[in-house]
């Protein structure tokens, strides 16, 4: 079966923000991207799926500026068979990317879409659950393991209180959870291979959306400054202030 | 102008940050509610006692008992016409459901809002709460979760609401929940405790999280975890405080043996007062922490159980 896996280029996760001095975003000019962390997480599941033979295609979808074919060129690298750019300078909101992402699914006909449970930029957590309402699929959001057995798969979620298990008829969406695997690193041969592989880059239009973002940004600020306190000498001066200066204990 | 707000709940008690969407919710109007869920009566009259609450939605089926997304969207979409927001906690539960919802609608989700400016108009984190974005949503209908450690939760009295039956929805086939595993603690949970003590890395293994027993019991505490913890398999995962784990605001947050990445601290920074023990005096942890004692967790934790127990 062939699998979808949407990488999203973002501001890599070591890097410290600045909000812009306009207050029109963040800073991104000549900062560090990368792919999405989660997404990383993704194209690892689906690749390990097609080492166990479950897998026959993966296909890297990326959305967004031109340079997002670099995110492309890293799915590839760890084992993405092709890639699709869908090219736009607009900013993609999740339902706009789910809209897309459905066309692309609709085309290609995967019975399984791995997606990343959250970006790390928006922090939105919602294209997978999106995606999977807009097709019909069911969806195994968080997941930290899964297993495909035929035509559903079993997939356990990590939980507010724990661990859940949830068995999914094929189609279905999953989202990646941390702790599903350790992605690996692309090997230099393999990152030479991936020149070589096939991105397809097509338009919004093509695929029948309209991205216009449907929440405006106001304005972007910084969050209110903590200070930071003091050091304290022993745990008993510790325990002191929280009781009699902090009065938290 | 009329919310709806989903709410999660357990052997018939409400969960708090269900009670800080209702909060949430307040803000803009009118306030429903809906308790989803097989022989679910006892957290439907609890709902009804919530000040703020005008009436409850009771949805007592087999086929909620376990809040798998795919029907519980489904009954949401159904209600949908009588509401202007649609609303519940950022939650497992409420992520899972309220995009699907969301998508359906035709409508862009706005997560885990910290403020509510007006009914179109919201403040919620992003790049883990390093920067704050105000969004003016053009949707006919808001589908909205609420950052629960933003708002003060609605007491648990003071309200009677009417209860009403939700209607019957044809349930979506696909999706079949077959067992959890959860972990079983006395203490407080994560997201609703007065007091957290979390440990990180510097806790070395599982074992020394016992550690944090004592003085978690003395203070009523909650126990976390740093990512770095629960990654090297000391804790399980619902411990994890931090960008993608649980966000928790307490009156009173110690951090022990956690150095104090920004994703943690994105899942912390708003409690009240913060402690910080870590042996590394350059630790980032210190730069957010009220209080910082530099030094061996392993020689100030017994002294910290024995200081609190002279109490």
Redesign the interface.
């Known amino acids: 079966m062939k699998i979808l896996v949407p990488v999203k280029r973002v501001v890599d996760y070591n890097v410290k923000v600045r909000v812009k001095s306009d207050n029109t975003g963040v800073e991104t000019a000549g900062v560090k991207m990368s792919m999405n962390p989660f997404d990383e997480i993704a194209i690892e599941e689906a690749v390990r799926l097609k080492e166990k033979g479950v897998a026959t295609e993966i296909i890297a979808v990326s959305m967004g500026v031109a340079a997002c074919q670099e995110t492309i060129r890293t799915a590839l690298a760890m084992g993405a068979d092709r890639g699709i750019l869908v090219e736009s300078d607009v900013d993609l909101q999740p339902l706009a990317v789910a809209k897309m992402l459905r066309a692309i699914v609709e085309k290609e006909g995967p019975k399984l879409v791995i997606l990343g449970k959250q970006a790390i930029d928006d922090d939105m957590s919602a294209t997978g659950q999106m995606l999977a309402a807009l097709l019909g699929w069911p969806q195994g959001t968080f997941a930290s393991k899964v297993t495909v057995e035929g035509d559903s798969m079993t997939v356990i979620r990590e939980v507010d209180g724990g661990l859940e298990t949830v068995v999914l008829n094929l189609p279905a969406i999953i989202t990646t959870d941390l702790r599903l695997n350790e992605p690996r690193y692309a090997s230099l041969p393999n990152i030479m291979k991936a020149r070589k592989k096939t991105i397809d880059i097509v338009k919004p239009g093509d695929l029948g959306v309209d991205p216009t973002p449907r929440l405006v940004v106001i304005k972007v600020e910084e969050p209110p400054k903590r200070q930071a306190g003091r050091k304290v000498a022993s745990v008993a001066e510790l325990v002191d202030k929280l009781r009699n200066e902090a009065k938290v204990i | 102008m009329t919310a709806l707000v989903l709410i999660d709940h357990?052997g018939g008690l409400l969960k708090q940050p269900s009670r800080s969407a209702v909060a949430a919710a307040t803000k803009l109007g009118e306030v429903h509610v809906l308790v989803a869920g097989s022989g679910v009566q006892a957290a439907a009259d609890a709902a009804a006692r919530l000040p703020g609450v005008s009436k409850v939605i009771l949805a007592d089926a087999p086929a909620y008992a376990?809040a798998?997304?795919?029907p519980l969207?489904a009954l949401i979409v159904a209600l949908a016409p009588g509401y202007s927001h649609l609303m519940a906690a950022t939650?497992?539960?409420g992520?899972?459901?309220?995009?699907?919802?969301?998508?359906?609608l035709?409508?862009?989700?706005?997560?885990?809002i910290a403020e509510v400016i007006d009914a179109d108009?919201f403040v919620r984190?992003?790049?883990?709460?390093?920067?704050?974005?105000?969004?003016?949503?053009?949707?006919a209908k808001k589908v909205i979760t609420v950052r629960a450690a933003s708002f003060d939760p609605v007491p648990n009295e003071g309200g009677s609401a009417s209860i009403e039956a939700a209607p019957a929805v044809d349930m979506?086939?696909?999706?079949?929940?077959?067992?959890?595993?959860?972990?079983k603690s006395e203490r407080p949970?994560l997201?609703a405790a007065r007091?957290v003590v979390s440990g990180g890395r510097g806790m070395q293994n599982g074992d020394n999280f016992k550690l944090l027993d004592p003085i978690a019991d003395k203070?009523g505490a909650a126990v976390g975890a740093s990512?770095a913890a629960?990654?090297a398999g000391f804790v399980?995962?619902?411990y994890q405080v931090g960008?993608?784990g649980?966000i928790v605001a307490p009156?009173?947050y110690i951090a022990i043996g956690i150095s104090g990445a920004?994703?943690h601290l994105a899942g912390m920074?708003d409690s009240?007062?913060?402690?910080a023990i870590n042996k590394d005096?350059e630790a980032p942890i210190?730069?957010?922490?009220?209080?910082?004692?530099?030094?061996d967790l392993f020689v100030?934790l017994p002294?910290?159980a024995a200081?609190?127990e002279r109490g």
């Open positions: 357990e376990n798998l997304a795919e969207a939650t497992a539960n992520k899972n459901v309220m995009p699907r919802v969301a998508a359906v035709d409508s862009q989700p706005i997560s885990d108009t984190p992003i790049y883990a709460g390093n920067a704050m974005a105000t969004v003016k949503s053009s949707d979506p086939a696909g999706s079949r929940w077959v067992s959890a595993e959860l972990s949970e997201t007091v203070l990512r629960v990654d399980p995962n619902d960008q993608t649980k009156e009173l920004i994703q920074k009240k007062v913060i402690v005096e210190f730069q957010v922490a009220d209080y910082g004692l530099v030094a100030a002294e910290l200081e609190l």
